[in-house]
């Protein structure tokens, strides 16, 4: 069942990330055709603004999939030096550790945009964008990587509890560095 939720995971997330690309693409093609109205004398305005929104949005819901693609930078000189009940300890408490840095961070995601939304605000800009429609697709990208922080957690702590230590390192190990520190 751990690899099932693990791999539906990834599926969600890996839709997430072709949407993420192509709302960054979409953003891109928006910031180089303001770049050549410019130079023709004329501009959409607020570029830099919406790809500021955009790049929020796009990392708040861009980290669990690099959760689960173990691209999160970690410093693990400890972790080489153990066996691999060591290491799933170390892996464990790393989980746990960004798990709940995670969920405080959307906790505290949530009284700005509800600040937002009871104050109607907007933007302090030309373009007065009403904050909420940003915060909300941001705030729930913080809410979506805490979700999928701890169910990761929860079924690679199951690995663990059933010794299955090669799964439980596939799921929340270090990606690609270890054989090179271990040869």
């Known amino acids: ?9 990834r599926r969600i997330n890996h839709g997430l990330a072709i949407l ?14 303001d770049i050549v109205l410019r130079q023709l004398g004329s501009s959409f305005g ?4 919406i790809s500021g929104y955009v790049m929020a949005i796009v990392t708040s819901w861009g980290m669990a999939y690099t959760l689960l693609e173990l691209g999160h930078v970690r410093i693990d000189f400890l972790r080489a030096t153990g066996g691999p009940k060591f290491r799933a300890v170390l892996d ?9 840095t995670v969920s405080l ?14 104050n109607s605000s907007t933007a302090n800009t ?3 964008t009403p904050l909420a429609l940003v915060q909300t697709p941001w705030f ?7 979700i999928v922080s ?26 690609g560095e270890e054989e090179e520190v271990l040869k």
């Open 105 to 118: 961070i959307a906790i505290q995601s949530w009284p700005v945009l509800e600040r937002s939304l009871t």
């Open 20 to 33: 993420i690309g192509i709302v960054l693409l979409g953003c891109a093609t928006i910031v180089l055709l």
């Open 1 to 9: 069942m751990d690899s099932r939720l693990l791999n539906g995971l």
């Open 92 to 100: 464990l408490l790393a989980m746990v550790i960004l798990a709940a």
């Open 46 to 49: 607020g570029t830099d603004e």
């Open 140 to 146: 729930l990208g913080w809410v979506w990587f805490a």
């Open 150 to 175: 701890w169910l990761t957690f929860v079924s690679a702590l199951a690995m663990v509890m059933r010794g299955d230590y090669g799964r439980s390192e596939a799921a929340i190990g270090v990606f």
């Open 126 to 128: 030309p373009l007065e």
